[in-house]
C-alpha cells in the first residue's frame, strides 16, 4: 500500500492531484483543512489536504499506462534491430529479456525488498500523521508496524472521526481484516469493510402498503423538535402526489395549539382531512374516521426524554392508534450520550423503525450506524433539509457507508 498527502487550494483541485499521481484506482482516505503552521498561517487562506492511499498492484497499473508511448517505442526499436542481429550469427535471435535472467529476478527481488521498506516507512509516517502530527519519540512509537495493522488503523481512525463508537469501530475493523490474508491492501480492506458496515446498515423497511385494502396506520414518536411533523408532510405530500394514494393525518400533539395549527396548515395545502386526538379514546376514534384512507398518518407530541410521565400517555396513545408502524424519528445531530438518554427512554417500544432527520446539518453519520447496531431495528427515511415534500428519500446504504469510510464528502 502507497500512502501519500496532497496539498491543494481546493478538494477538487486535491482530487485531481491524486488521480494525476495515483490513477483513479486511488483510494480518498480523508480529506481536511489545513493552515500553515505558525502565526502567519492564522492569516492565510486555508488549504485542502487529502490523504489517498493505492494499492501497489495498482500503482505499477498505473505506471505502465502512463509509459505506454515508451514501451511502444522501445518494441519498435527492437523490431527495427532483430534482423540485423540474425544475418550476423544466422542463428535464431535470441531475446535479451532471457539473458542474465538471474541477475533480472536478483535485482527484482531486491526491488520488492526495498519497496516493502518504504511501504513499512510509509506507513509508520502516516499513524504520525494521523496522531495529530504529534511526533512520538517512545521506542514503542518507533517499532515498524505490520501494513495489514496500519491499513486497519487508517479505517479505524476514519470510522471514529465519523463519530462511530469506538468499540463498534474495532469491532467492524476487526472483522473486515479477520478476513483478509497479511498481504491484503488497502482495497481489499475497503471492499471487506464496506461489505460488513453495508451489511449492519441493513436494508431499510419503509411505509408497507397493505394487501387488503385496509389503511396502513403509522405513528411517529421522537424527542422535541427532531422534525416529526415536517417528516409526516413530506410524506403525506409524496403519498398524495406521487403515489395518488388517500391520506388521513391525525394530531395527538395538543400540547401546544401551534403544533396542531402546524400540522392543520400542512393539511390544507395538501387538501386533506386531519383530527385531533386529546385521549386515548378519541385516537380510536381518529383512526376510525379515515378507515376509507390508503394511509393513517399520527403526529406526537415531542417527548423529553427527561420527563418520564410524558411515556406513559404516549404509550397509552400507541396502544390506541392499534398503528401498523411506529417511527422513532431522531435528529442525525444528537450527541452520542443523549442518543443513549432517548433510546432508552423509548426501551419501551418493541417494534419500532429508525427514521433519521437533518443529514444536511451534519457532515458526519456514525449516529446512524451506532443507534442501528444498538437497537437492531430497521433504518427507513433520511430526512435532509426543511423543504417538504422534497427533502426525503429512503436510507440510501451505499452512500451512508461511504461517508462512514470518509471516502465520501456529501
Ligand atoms: N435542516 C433540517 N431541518 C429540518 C429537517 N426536518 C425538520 N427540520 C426543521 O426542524 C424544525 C422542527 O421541525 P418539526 O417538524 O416542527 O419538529 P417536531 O419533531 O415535530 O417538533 P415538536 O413537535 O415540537 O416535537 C423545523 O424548523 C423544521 O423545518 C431536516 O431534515 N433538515
Ligand atoms: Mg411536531
Sequence with gaps: MKIRRYVAKNTQEAILKVKMDLGSEALILNTRKVRKKGLLGLFSKPMTEVLAAIDEYNVHGHDSRNSGQASVTESASR????????????????????????EKEEKIT??????????????????????????SHGAAADKLR?????????FYNNLVKNEVEPEIARKLVNAAAARLSSSAGVNDMAAQLSGIIAGLLGKPD??????????????????????????????????????????????ADTYRIAAVEQLKTYAEILGIPVSVA?????MKEAVSLHSDKDLILI?????????????????????ASAAD????????????????EILNSYSFLSDYKLLFT??????????????????????????TGQSVPDDIETANIDKITKNLMGSCTR
Design 325 to 340: 408502524e411506529v417511527y422513532l424519528v431522531l435528529s442525525a445531530t444528537t450527541s452520542q450520550r443523549n442518543c443513549r
Design 206 to 251: 419503509t411505509i408497507q402498503d397493505k394487501s387488503n385494502g385496509k389503511p396502513v396506520t403509522v405513528i411517529f414518536v421522537g424527542p422535541t423538535g427532531v422534525g416529526k411533523t415536517t417528516t409526516l408532510a413530506k410524506i403525506a405530500a409524496n403519498y398524495l402526489l406521487n403515489r395518488k394514494k388517500t391520506v388521513g393525518l391525525i394530531t
Design 79 to 102: 523490431q527495427r534491430t532483430t534482423p540485423a542481429v540474425h544475418s550476423a550469427s544466422n542463428q535464431p535471435p535470441v531475446s535479451n529479456y532471457a539473458v542474465n535472467s538471474d
Design 146 to 154: 505490520d501494513p495489514k495493522e496500519s491499513v486497519t488503523e487508517v
Design 278 to 282: 386529546y385521549t386515548p379514546a378519541e
Design 358 to 383: 437533518k443529514a444536511d446539518e451534519t457532515p458526519v453519520l456514525g449516529i446512524i450506524l451506532n443507534v442501528r447496531y444498538m437497537t437492531g431495528k430497521s433504518l427507513s427515511y433520511i430526512t
Design 110 to 135: 531486491d526491488l520488492e525488498n526495498k519497496i516493502s521498506n518504504i511501504e513499512d516507512v510509509l506507513s509508520k509516517l502516516y499513524a504520525r500523521v494521523m496522531n495529530s502530527e504529534k511526533p
Design 299 to 319: 403526529d406526537t407530541a415531542g417527548r423529553s426524554h427527561k420527563n418520564k410521565a410524558q411515556f406513559e400517555e404516549l404509550k397509552a396513545l400507541i396502544a
